[in-house]
Every structure is written in C-alpha cells, then in structure tokens.
C-alpha cells in the first residue's frame, strides 16, 4: 500500500503502470483468500444481503458490520490506484497503442470490483442509519477507545444520536469519490464497449445514496459537515453541462 501511495508524499503515484497492477491484482488474490477463511456468520456484507441475513445475535451482527467495513475500506485503497491510471488514457494512446488496449482490458475488471465494493460500502451505511433511526445500534460505541483519541470520545458525550465511527463516514465519502471516478472514465469514448456493464445510472444513484448517508449523520461534527458539503460542490460540478473532465479529476485527486 505504502508503494502504491508513494506512503501519501506525492499527487501521482510512481510505479510503473504494470506495477500498479501486478501489485493491485496480488492484493485483491490475498484478500480474496482472507475472505474465503472466513467462519460463515462473519462474512463479508455485500449489497446482496441485509444486515439481519445471518446473525444469531446482536453482538455478531456488529462484529460482521465492523468487519466488512474494515475489509472494503481496504479493498477500495488496494483498487483506487487504477483510476488514475485510466484517467491518464487518452494522453498514452496515440504513442502506446498496444500497451493502452491492454490497460483499458485489464482496468475495465478492475473497475467493475470497485463499483461493487462501494456499492456494498453504501448499502452497509444505509442499513446502520436505518437501524439508528429505529433506535437500534449496529456498530456499538467499543471501537472509540480501541481506534481514536479522547477527543473524538468527547465528541461523542455531546453527540448522543452519533452511531457513526468517523473512519467509517470517510469511507461512505471515499466510496463516493472513487464513484466519480469511474464515471469519468465511463465518459472517455474509449471505454464505452469495455465498461458497458457498469451503468451510468447506477453510479449516479450511488452517488445520491452516499449524499443522503452524510445527511443522514449527527448535524454537529464538522469533519461530516465538510465531506457533505465538498460533495455536494463535486456533485454539482459533475451534472454540469461545462465541467471539464481533466480539470474535475484534479479536484477529486487533490480531494
């Protein structure tokens, strides 16, 4: 992770491009393993399921909750990198004809699993606020004092309706972002065969389904009121007849 980031001191990642992927692709095998060992009533939550599919108690149900978005947050990080690399395409395809058909074949995959793993991300986001608004806890308060700072604790003293640990709002906020992403990309006319069965619709519906996640959480943290409102700015800029894709995907990378 630290090399596909460059450990977060630069814009643009340095690895070559068959790097990226190679070590994109060997991460998702090993998750994909980690995933397969685990016990059946802590599997992974897709948008297939509901929160109340396996559980036979309330404490399961929020270890499995807690756990598949620990391993999506992951999953997005490890498939995000590939995103930059698409949205540079069109500037490698005149001198690098071969090299991008496989780019645009490999990266299509790819995006297609980041898609499904936001969209599981949201659809986990949407069932705990669901459930808090019938009073009903999914996440439980333990991993305060197991991730964060007494600061964030006494946040929460003030914020009783707050059931939202702040990692996982940024990972409602990621998701969205990497969303945005993947529908620039679907806008390059390169990518209209490749990326057929990744609707447009769909992602914009995800996009509004993680706006109504941060409207949905406590009116009072700032770090939510922010996410909320950078992307409502990102949304409007998106459905703009004059936005300018180049210029948008900076936005997002600088995000």
């Not at 897709?46 to 947050?73: A, C, M």
């Not at 969209?119 to 986001?125: C, P």
């Amino acid at each position: 992770m630290d090399l596909l980031y460059d450990q977060n001191l630069s814009s643009r990642p340095l690895l070559p491009t068959s790097e990226a992927l190679d070590r994109t692709s060997k991460l998702c095998w090993k998750l994909a393993q980690w995933q397969d060992n685990l016990p059946p009533c802590l599997k992974i939550i897709t948008s297939r399921d509901t929160t109340n599919d396996v559980p036979p108690t309330l404490e399961t149900t929020r270890l499995r909750i807690l756990l598949s978005l620990r391993y999506l947050g992951v999953r997005i990080l490890v498939l995000r990198p590939v995103l930059g690399q698409l949205l540079d395409l069109p500037g490698r395809t005149v001198s690098n004809e071969h090299q991008s058909k496989w780019l645009l074949t490999c990266g299509a995959v790819l995006l297609a699993d980041l898609a499904h793993t936001c969209s599981d991300v949201l659809h986990i986001n949407n069932n705990i606020l669901a459930a808090s608004r019938n009073e009903q806890n999914l996440l439980g308060a333990w991993w305060f004092s197991c991730y964060y700072s007494t600061a964030i604790q006494a946040h929460r003293q003030h914020t009783s309706n707050y059931t939202y640990d702040i990692a996982d709002l940024l990972k409602a906020f990621n998701s969205s972002l990497a969303i945005m992403g993947i529908l620039l990309i679907k806008r390059m006319p390169a990518f209209s065969t490749e990326l057929s069965d990744i609707s447009a619709v769909d992602l914009r519906a995800m996009l509004d389904t993680a706006m109504d996640v941060l409207h949905g959480l406590d009116k009072g943290s700032k770090t939510i009121m922010r996410c909320r409102d950078t992307l409502t700015r990102l949304l409007a800029e998106l459905d703009s007849d004059s936005a300018q894709g180049t210029q948008f995907a900076i936005v997002i990378a600088l995000v």
